[in-house]
């Protein structure tokens, strides 16, 4: 584990395993600690760099909305690398990690290997729907702020998004609520203001730029993230799509196996796939 002071906001990064590098990059209420249980089987092949997020887990949370912005958020990941010394990796992103890791990709392609996106979006491309979830991320932004995080971990489990969640072992169900309940209340409503969906600014048009190799995963009982997942690798050319069976939007929580498999498949190939 190292402390990284990255422009001016000290991170912590989770490092794992040797060989080409492979950043993890979590979702909402997430941290380095969400791929613990899949850590050992991706660090026997290659060097896993697991940073938390600003306002997330032990990473700073600042006060100003701005400083989460996506085009900040990015600059920072690199600014990871070159502090770790590494000039390429694989990068992978989970729901709000794989919009992420998606414009880090289109911004700085020479640094990345492979980009993997799991149940990930390019963001919302119609204005009004932008600015009503602009309003819906402020007012739970507001509300974890009023009533803290563990009522806001209560409902945020309730979400339909994860309903397929009940279905795993009530250990893992502890774990991830604990890990959810770790986080600063401040700097999970300051990235919903700076980094939400709403805010960002939408990729659809720019993906047929993307000059990475690219694997999208979705679970095939979160539907409206495999429709997503099918838009999104009709406009990446030689991107490949899986949907994995029996997942739902953590796919690398509810079939792990299935997950590490084919991380390692693709970024070990190197992008190897053609679109099926």
């Not at 001016?8 to 590098?21: L, M, Q």
């Not at 990473?59 to 600014?79: F, H, K, N, Q, W």
């Not at 069976?245 to 084919?262: K, S, W, Y």
Request: aromatic share 6%; net charge neutral.
């Amino acid at each position: 584990m190292a402390v990284l002071d990255i422009a001016g906001a000290r991170y912590n990064v989770v490092t794992a395993g040797e060989g080409a590098a492979l950043m993890l990059v979590h979702g909402f209420t997430g941290c380095a600690q969400s791929w613990a249980h899949i850590q050992p089987a991706l660090a026997a092949h290659f060097r896993l760099v697991m940073p938390d997020l600003l306002g997330h887990g032990r990473t700073d949370s600042p006060a100003d909305p701005a400083r989460y912005r996506m085009e900040r958020c990015v600059a920072d990941l690199i600014g990871m690398l070159d502090a770790l010394g590494i000039d390429r990796t694989h990068l992978l992103g989970y729901s709000m990690g794989g919009r992420v890791a998606l414009a880090a990709a289109l911004r700085y392609p020479r640094r990345i290997a492979s980009l993997i996106l799991e149940s990930a979006s390019p963001g919302l491309a119609a204005p009004q729907e932008r600015q009503t979830r602009v309003a819906s991320d402020n007012a739970l932004a507001d509300f974890i702020e009023r009533e803290g995080v563990e009522a806001f971990v209560a409902r945020w489990e309730r979400m339909a998004l994860f309903s397929s969640q009940e279905r795993l072992p009530a250990a893992v169900r502890a774990r991830l609520r604990a890990q959810r309940l770790l986080n600063n209340p401040a700097g999970l409503a300051n990235s919903l203001r700076g980094l939400g969906t709403g805010v960002q600014t939408p990729l659809w048009e720019r993906l047929e730029e993307l000059g990475v190799p690219c694997l999208i995963m979705a679970g095939e009982l979160d539907a409206k993230f495999v429709a997503i997942a099918r838009r999104m690798a009709a406009a990446i050319d030689g991107s490949r799509l899986v949907v994995v069976e029996d997942a739902g939007h953590t796919i690398h929580l509810e079939q792990p196996q299935a997950f590490v498999r084919t991380v390692i498949e693709f970024a070990g190939g190197a992008g190897g796939f053609r679109r099926e």
